[in-house]
């Protein structure tokens, strides 16, 4: 201070010219500014005597200063800004304020901010907003306006009342900002997260909520509900024959059918690919009334479907399924329901295309039971539960020529399980590759014994194999193993496969069946004439037998259709150099009728059942004391 003092003191005496500055000061623990004016003092002879300094605090005045240029600052910030006086009256309005509204000084100067009410709030929320201003200084929240083009928007408002030092409302402040992108990105998640991008319905999160919903609704009020699940039959055909635009299509004209048979409280959904759903709520009504009610709207969007739908230039007329439960209980999941009406919904499918179909109890006690046992089926090998059974195959004179391997479960609490069970599971699970390589190596175990018994060896075990085994890339080395593995004489093994193996890949099954050939196995082609038989693969496979299927077997000496059937596969085996053997005997007067015809070989029940391989080694011992 005393510095700057010392040189406008030198300088107001070089110029004999006033000068003016300002300077800070600590009084105590507070600073303090303060302006100097320095002016010359002369004597008569106008010489210089030294300086007159005025001093002033301008404190305050800087402070208001610093104020003022904080709130010019702000004014020209990115929030558009409104000032009012008491009475409501426009004052000013920012830069940013005029961008966002489109309106200009001149046209909201003076005016109301009544002028850009939208219309889109009623009287009772503006009350409830300034009596939040009157009582507490202030109001902040979301608020929809208008542009001076009419457009309405969303914004983001706060409004403050200012009041001078007495007390006394001076003016109102209002500062907003346009949320118009950030509402339109919320809209846009919110869509993608509960809607369908091709049909504009609900997507299966909103659907699982709104059953949520429901079933709440259930157990306030007990009314009942309906979940429909509809499937649209093949609908594969058409995306592949039409494209997947095409598609996208259908599913759209279907949706817009579906919703126009609903009423504005139902919900529809579009749960995956060509799967559609439907939630009835609130019906007052017991069960079985909200079943009829379900079953007449089931109809109503069947109905919807009779006519063909345009797709581009081509037209589609589809069908489908439908499966419903009724929602009685609020206490099962939403899950629950929708495992429900899938389950009525296979049944539906199952039953032929433009099916409905209720969910039965029963249906869930079959699927529980089904999950249990496969949880068991997955331990089975583990726990050695696995047997193998052997069925007599004969000549002509009854002579025991060889076995088939069938597989059996010995379960430890329900004894022996049927096939019939167990093997649809094993495939299903795709465990049937690794039971069926342990059938295999039991089967090639039980020929190595026998190789050394002279009363044995000339037994033959037939081996099924399944068609998922067959495709499997590894197939071929797995079963190279077991060979490996057991040393078993390999022209003693049979290899039965089915008709199904060949609609697919039918050169890799070749190609895997004459390397399996090439090491002195026999292939026989198990159910012959019930699957897609063509004669032409016959030739082309290396085949060493046809098994007459038993369907065709028992109904011999009753169907003229089935004997005649029956007479080809023997005239065609010989034809191809092939053996012919045919299950499933039952009486001697099939076997009678089945040798006058060409067929020597047999198996079925006149012959013996299924039984251990003790059973077939002392049947064989017998034999040879004959």
């Not at 004999?16 to 500014?33: H, I, K, N, S």
């Not at 997260?193 to 157990?219: C, H, M, Q, S, V």
């Not at 499937?231 to 259908?250: E, P, Y």
């Not at 609609?503 to 004439?529: C, I, N, P, T, Y």
């Amino acid at each position: 201070m005393a510095n700057t003092f010392d040189a406008i003191f030198h300088q107001v005496q070089q110029t004999r010219q006033v000068a003016t500055f300002e300077y800070p000061l600590m009084l105590g623990q507070q600073q303090r500014y303060f302006h100097a004016t320095v002016s010359p003092l002369a004597s008569k002879a106008k010489y210089f005597e030294g300086v007159l300094s005025v001093t002033r605090d301008i404190t305050d005045a800087k402070q208001a200063e610093v104020e003022l240029q904080i709130a010019a600052a702000a004014f020209q910030a990115h929030l558009g800004i409104m000032v009012t006086d008491a009475r409501g009256n426009i004052l000013k309005v920012n830069d940013t304020f005029k961008r966002i509204t489109g309106y200009s000084d001149e046209e909201v100067i003076g005016k109301n901010p009544r002028m850009f009410s939208s219309g889109h709030h009623n009287a009772a929320f503006y009350r409830r907003l300034w009596r939040s201003v009157m009582a507490t200084g202030n109001w902040e929240g979301e608020i929809w306006n208008q542009r001076k083009n009419g457009e309405l928007f969303p914004e983001w408002l706060t409004i403050s009342a200012v009041y001078d030092a007495d007390g006394n409302l001076t003016n109102y402040v209002a500062t907003m900002s346009d949320i118009s992108e950030r509402k339109a990105a919320e809209q846009e998640i919110h869509q993608l997260a509960f809607y369908d991008p091709i049909t504009g319905f609900a997507n299966r999160r909103l659907f699982i909520d709104r059953i949520g919903t429901a079933l709440k609704e259930l157990n306030r009020h007990q009314r009942c509900g309906a979940l429909i699940l509809i499937d649209i039959d093949n609908f594969n055909h058409v995306n592949d024959t039409l494209g997947h635009h095409a598609g996208d299509q259908l599913l759209q004209s279907v949706a817009r059918r579906f919703g126009r048979m609903l009423r504005d409280t139902d919900t529809l959904a579009r749960l995956g690919s060509d799967e559609f759903a439907v939630l009835i709520e609130g019906i007052d009504g017991s069960p079985r009334q909200t079943q009829q009610l379900a079953e007449h709207i089931a109809y109503k969007l069947l109905a919807a479907l009779d006519e063909p739908i345009s797709v581009g230039e081509e037209s589609a007329l589809v069908t489908a399924s439908v499966g419903i439960t009724i929602i009685a209980d609020s206490q099962r999941s939403a899950d629950d329901y929708l495992q429900q009406g899938d389950m009525a919904l296979s049944q539906a499918k199952a039953s032929g295309r433009r099916a409905v179909r209720f969910f039965d109890p029963s249906m869930q006690a079959k699927l529980l039971a089904k999950v249990k046992l496969e949880s068991e089926l997955r331990q089975a090998l583990e726990h050695q539960q696995w047997r193998l059974h052997y069925q007599p195959q004969v000549d002509r004179r009854g002579r025991l020529i060889g076995v088939e391997a069938l597989l059996r479960w010995q379960h430890p609490e329900r004894g022996l399980v049927s096939p019939g069970e167990f093997i649809p599971l094993l495939e299903s699970t795709g465990l049937i590759n690794d039971v069926g390589e342990w059938v295999l190596e039991e089967a090639c175990q039980q020929l190595a014994q026998w190789a050394g018994s002279p009363l044995l060896n000339r037994l033959t075990i037939s081996v099924n194999i399944s068609p998922l085994q067959f495709r499997e890339n590894n197939f071929l080395q797995r079963v190279e193993q077991v060979f490996q593995r057991t040393q078993a004489p390999l022209e003693q093994l049979k290899l039965e496969v089915t008709e199904t193996l060949f609609v697919e890949a039918r050169d890799d099954a070749r190609d895997k069946m004459l390397s399996l050939k090439a090491l002195g196995v026999r292939f026989s082609l198990d159910d012959f004439g019930t699957g897609y038989s063509s004669l032409a693969y016959l030739a082309q496979l290396p085949l060493d037998q046809l098994k007459i299927d038993q369907s065709f077997v028992q109904q011999v000496l009753e169907s003229k259709a089935n004997a005649a059937i029956v007479e080809s596969t023997i005239a065609l085996a010989k034809s191809l150099n092939l053996d012919v053997i045919a299950e499933g005997v039952e009486v001697e007067a099939q076997q009678a009728w089945l040798m006058a015809h060409g067929c020597h070989a047999f198996q079925g029940y006149l012959f013996g059942r299924p039984v251990s391989v003790n059973d077939i080694e002392a049947a064989v011992l017998a034999q040879s004391y004959a």
